[in-house]
C-alpha cells in the first residue's frame, strides 16, 4: 500500500525527452539548476508518499458527505491539503507575476504525476486549479486576475470548471445556464451545472468557480458561451471572503470511485443573488474554457500514467512475497514466488512498459506544451494532434494496468483491503472525464490529421521514421498509420468516425514506440543504476516487440468503412 | 435496469451448434419437445427477470451481512431462492434418479446464464449446488448420495466447494485441513477454508459443503488430498437437519463486487465435534474436485456471457434515449440519440459481436459435455481442450463488455445509480476465481494441446479448416494457432508459459470465430425474426472481419521465448 516516487524514470524523461535544459533559464522560464531539480522531484515524492498516499485509503471508504451546509472533506484532507499549499506545489508552473514560479509545466507534470499516484480522488482539487492558472492569465482582465489569480496560484482559494449540465455533456454548445449584465459590469448567474470536481468542500475559505453560461441575447451552441468568475464568498473591502455569492451544492454523486472527489451538483443564484465576472469577452467563452480543456486532457492523460505506477507497484510487491506453487519446469518442487512465474512476470513486464510508454508520451508532451507557450509554433501544432493521445490511449493504459494489477493479486486483488481494487475502480473515470476518450478519437480523425494541411501529422511520420531504421514492426505501424489517415482525410464523417478509435490507439503506440526507442538507445549506455537501465531496455523491448505487433492488429478495424455499423438498427440492437 | 432474457439466441444456438435434437430422448436423457424447450426458456426468463433482476442492486447495495450468529442475506433473497426452488429450476441436468429431470446440460447452462444476467451475486448459490450434483453421482457412495443428493439436487440443502487456504490457493495441494478416521467410518474434519461462496447464509435450513482436506498419514501434494461431505446440520433419524456440526463462519469479506455472495472464511471443527464423510477414496479427492472444478470452470466463464449480455442490455437501452450532439457530417444540426454516432455504434457492435461470441463458445461446450457424459471420447477429448478457453476467453469478453458498457454510458455510466458500475465491478472476479486465467492459460499449454498426442487440438484445427473456405483472415489465424502450439509442444516449459496467455486468446478467438462462421451462414436463410437474423449477420462479420484479425496482432506475443522475461530480476521490477 506504500507508494515510491518514480524519480529516476521521471528524471530520466526530463533529461532525454523533455530536454528540460532546452527549457530552463531560456525564453522566460525561471532558471533551475539541476540541484533544483532534484529537489523539486524529491520534495513532491515526500509530499506525495508521506501525506497524500496514507488519506488514499481513508479518502475511499469515508468518502466526501453532503448535508445541507456544504460539503465535509474526510479527516485528514484538511491537513493534507495545507501542507500542498504551504509546500508551495501549485505555484511551479504559474506565472511569476501572480505569485507562481514560472517554471516549466513539464515540472509541474511531476507533481501531478505523484500526487495522482498517491490519492487520485484528493489529487484533483489541485488539477481544476491548474486549468484556471492556465486560462485565467491568458484570458481575464488585468483587474480580475490581480484580485483573484494569487489566491488560486497558491491554492488558497482553489478553482473548478463548470461545463456540464443535464442535457449538456459532450455537446456542451447545448448549456442553459444564465448570465445576466449589470449596471456595475458584473453579471447575475442563475442556472445548475452537474459532475462539477469539488464543487464544495471544507479545504479552503474561499473557492473560485469558472462558469460558462449564456447571456440572454447569445446565439445559440457553443458560438453563444461566455465565461464567467463566480466566487463561493465575494471579497470584502480588504479583500478577504466576506459574503456568500448565492452558489450551493445541491448533492453528490455515489460514484464507483474516487470517493474522496466531490462531484457535485451545483445551483448558482437560487435565490438570485448569485454574481459573476466575466473572463474574456461575451460569447468568447470556449477559448477560455478550451485553454481549460487541454490542460485538463493532459491532466487526465497523466491521471492514467499515476495509477498505472501506482498499481504496478502494488502488484510488483505483491508478487515478490506472495508464494505459491512451483515454478513450471523446474527442478525443484518447492513453492517459489509468484514472481518466478512466466505469466505473472509477462503481467509484470507488460505494465511496466505500457506505464513507462504512456508516462513518457505525458511528460513529451508537456515539454512540446512549454515550448509551445513560448512561441514555439511546431510545437503548438504537434501537442494540439498529441492531445487527445495523451487523454486516451494514457487512461486506456490506467485502466489496463490497473485491471493486470487486479488479475496479479489474484482472490486477494477482488478484497478491498489491498488496494489494487480501488485502483482499478478510481482510474475508470479517467476515459470518460474530460471528453470521453470516443470524444478524444472524433477530436483527432475531425479535426487534429488535417492540422495545417496534414504536415503535423506528416512531420511526426517523419521523425519517427529518421529515428527508427532498423525497427521493421515501429515502421510497418507508421506506414499503416499513414495509409489509414490518407484515407480518413478524404473520408466521409461516418467512415472517419467509425475508424476513429482504432485508429487513436495505432497512432498512440507508434508514438510510444517512438519514444521508448529513444530511450531504449540513451538507456544502452551505462550512466545512471544499473537495475533501471536494465528494466527500461527490457520494457522497451517488450513495447516494441509485443505491443507495437499487436496494434497492427487493429489494421482492419481503422480501416474498415461505417457500412457494417450502420446495417443494423435500433430494433436489431435490441434483438 | 431492466433485463430481458436473450431467448431467441439461445434458441439459435441450442438449434444450430449446440444441435438439441440429438441429444433430447437419446442417450439417456430425457425427451424434450420443442414446446418443452420453449417453455424452460421463458420460464427462468420469467424467473431471472421478475424474481432475481429486482433483486440485483439490493444485492449490491446491502449485501451478505456476517454476525457471530452467521451470515444474513439481504431482503428478499429468501423469497427470491424458495421461488428458485419451487421451479425446480436446479434439477433441469440432474440424474432422475436423484430428483432430477434428466435433461441435458446445455438447457440448465441457459438457467445458469439467465440467473447470471439478473444477479451474477445471487446466482452462485445455484452455481455451487451444479458442482456438487456432478460431483457426487459420480463420486460418492449409494449410501451418501441418497441421504443428501435430493436435498441438494432440490435447491433445498445448497452445497459449496472448499477448497482456498491462505497458503493454498492455485496451489490446492499446499491445503492443510485435517480429517481422522472415525471407528463409525466417519471422519473428524479440523482447519480453517477461505474465499468460500457462500460458506454461511439464511437461504436454506442446511447447507453441504464439499470440503477437500488431508488425513494424518496423507501424501504430500494433491496425491493425499480426500474429499469429504460436512453438512452444516447432522441430520437426525428423520433425515431432517438437527444437531449442528460445528461449521462457522468466521468473517465476510468485503469485496469489490457480488456483494449478495457471502464470501466466507470457514471454521471447521473448533471444537473438534465437526462431523465429515468420505466421497470417493482416501487420496482420491482430486478426482472429485476436477468434476466440480470443470463444472465450474465452465459456468464461470458463462458468467462472462451473463454479465456481458447484461451489460450490453442496459448500453443499448441506454445510446437508444440519451440525446447528445449532432451527427457528424449529417445536414441537419438536431442534436440525435448517441446510438446514431458512429463510434458509439462501434462498441455497441463489438458488445454484440464479443458476447454472441462468447455465448457460442459456451453452448458449444455445453453440449460437448453432454455428448461426454454419454460416452462420447471425441467430444471429452474436446470439451477437456476447450474447458480454459470458456472460462478464461468468456470472462475477458464479461470484462471488456462490462467496460464498454460503462463508456456508452459516458459520465452516468460511472453513477452507480445507472447499474453499469456494478457489472463492471461484479464481473471483475470472475478472470480470478475457479483457477484465475493465467491458471487456465497454464493448462492449456501445459497438458490441453498435447492430449490424444496432440491430435485433439489437430482435430479442432481440421474442423475450422473445414468450414472456413474463403475466410481468410480466419485461415490465417488457424494456421498461425497451428504454428505456435507446434512450437510449444517442444519448447520449455517456460517459453510454453511465456506464450500461454497470448495463445489462449488467439485459440478462443479462432474456434468463436468458426461458431460465428456457422451461425452466419444459417443466418443467410430467412427462417425466423429478421430483426434478429440481420443482428445475428452483422456480429458474425465484425467479429470476422475485425476481431479475428485483431487476434493476429499476437501472433509476436506468442511467439515470443521468455528470454525477455527472465531478463530482469524483483529489484529490476522495483525502479
Redesign the interface.
Known sequence: MTY?PPI??QKFLLDHIVKLDQLNGHQGFAGTSPDLVDAILAGVGELAAGVFAPLNRTGDQIGAKWSPEGVTMPPGFREGYRAYVEGGWGTLAAPQEFGGQGLPLSLATVVMEDLGSANMGFSLVAMLSAGAVEALPEHGSAELNALWLPKIVSGEWPATMNL?EP?A???VG?LKTRAVRQADGSYRIKGQKI?ITYGDHDLAENIVHLVLARTPDAPE?TKGISLFLVPKFRLGADGAPAESNDVRPASI?????IHASPTCVMAYGDNDDCVGWIVGEENGGMRGMFTMMNNARLNVGLQGVSIAERAT?AA??YA?ER????????AS?D?VRI?E?????????RM?ALTQAARALAYYAAGQTDRASRGDGAAKARIDLLTPLVKAYGTDVG?EVA?LG??VH??M?????TGA?QH??DV??S???EG???IQ??DLV?RKIGLEGGHTLASLFADIRRDSAGEA?LRDLVDACEAIASRLQSA???D???A??PFLTMLSVATCGWLMLLQRRVAEGDEG?P??L??KR?AA??YL??IV?????????AA?P?D?????N??????
Do not use: C
Open positions: 515510491i529516476a524514470d456540464t442535457q455533456g459532450s455537446d447545448a459532475f451552441g454523486e455515489h460514484k464507483m470511485g507497484q510488483v510487491a515478490s508464494i505459491q506453487g512451483t515454478r513450471a519446469g523446474a518442487r513453492p514472481i512465474h512466466a505469466d505473472v512476470r509477462r503481467m509484470l513486464l511496466k485502466e485491471s487486479v488479475q489474484g482472490g486483488g477482488y478484497i478491498e483491503e481494487a482499478y475502480r475508470r473515470i476515459r470518460i472525464y470521453t476518450n470516443g478519437a472524433a475531425g514492426v466521409s464523417a461516418d472517419r468516425m467509425a476513429s478509435y543504476d537495475n533501471f536494465a528494466m527490457a523491448a517488450f516487440e509485443q505487433h499487436e496494434a497492427m492488429g487493429l489494421q482492419a478495424a474498415a461505417a457494417i455499423l450502420y446495417s443494423v435500433e430494433e436489431m440492437f435490441a434483438t
